[in-house]
């Protein structure tokens, strides 16, 4: 299994819903990570865990909280969100983050929008 | 600020022809990779050179690296419809982290 699957495709929040975006890999990766893309810019790291600890959170704003529950698994859990956070939300996983050349897999990701 | 930078911006070709992207990055790497996007999707690895690689090939593509000029490019021959998409180069300057350039949307008229 060489895919990285996220759920929902697509969502629509008001300001004050509790929503979570869900990512899954079984290509054994250690890393997983979260990027934002708006539209018609290139993606924007967001968060990076390696073996289930969070190592790198790009000064993200606190709405947005990941959590890694197990190696396979990767979550976004969002809360109070504004318009301006309508994105396309990417997920994507590699063998090992420190190291240099590691290729990312990327989902399709989820297309999120604030109302 | 972005590592990388590209250009065109747009390119629109007919099927048949081949496409050039260039990608320019502001600090040492130690490997450069090309990325493609289809419309607002995931996005797909395409290849990866080594900044001690100067040109390299897969099928139609070919990447080249210029480690002096901090530039890039991908060429893409006998273009199809279905390449139609957006392209990124990237880098990894620190621990994992991918930096993308601008990107390049092509549009591959049949």
């Known amino acids: 299994d060489t895919e990285v699957t996220q759920t929902p495709k697509h969502l629509v929040m008001g300001m004050t819903n509790k929503k979570s975006l869900k990512c899954e890999q079984h290509m054994g990766h250690r890393a997983m990570y979260w990027y934002k893309q708006k539209a018609k810019k290139p993606p924007e790291l967001m968060f990076v865990?390696?073996?289930?600890?969070?190592?790198i959170n790009e000064s993200v704003p606190s709405r947005f909280s990941p959590e890694c529950p197990n190696s396979s698994l990767l979550n976004l859990h969002l809360h109070a969100l504004q318009p301006e956070d309508s994105a396309l939300y990417l997920c994507a996983s590699s063998p090992v983050d420190r190291a240099s050349t590691d290729t990312q897999y990327f989902g399709p990701g989820t297309r999120l929008t604030v109302l | 600020s972005q590592q990388g930078e590209e250009d065109p911006q747009a390119l629109s070709i007919q099927e048949g022809e081949n496409a050039t992207m260039n990608c320019s990055y502001k600090t040492s790497i130690n490997n450069l990779q090309w990325y493609r996007q289809n419309s607002g999707r995931g996005l797909v690895h395409l290849i990866l050179i080594r900044s001690n690689e100067r040109e390299k090939h897969s099928g139609r593509l070919r990447v080249t690296l210029d480690t002096s000029k901090k530039s890039s490019s991908l060429l893409i021959t006998a273009s199809r419809a279905a390449d139609t998409a957006s392209y990124f180069c990237?880098?990894?300057?620190?621990?994992?982290?991918?930096?993308f350039g601008q990107g390049t949307i092509l549009t591959v008229h049949p």
């Open positions: 990237a880098t990894i300057i620190s621990y994992g982290k991918l930096t």
């Open positions: 865990y390696s073996y289930e600890k969070l190592s």
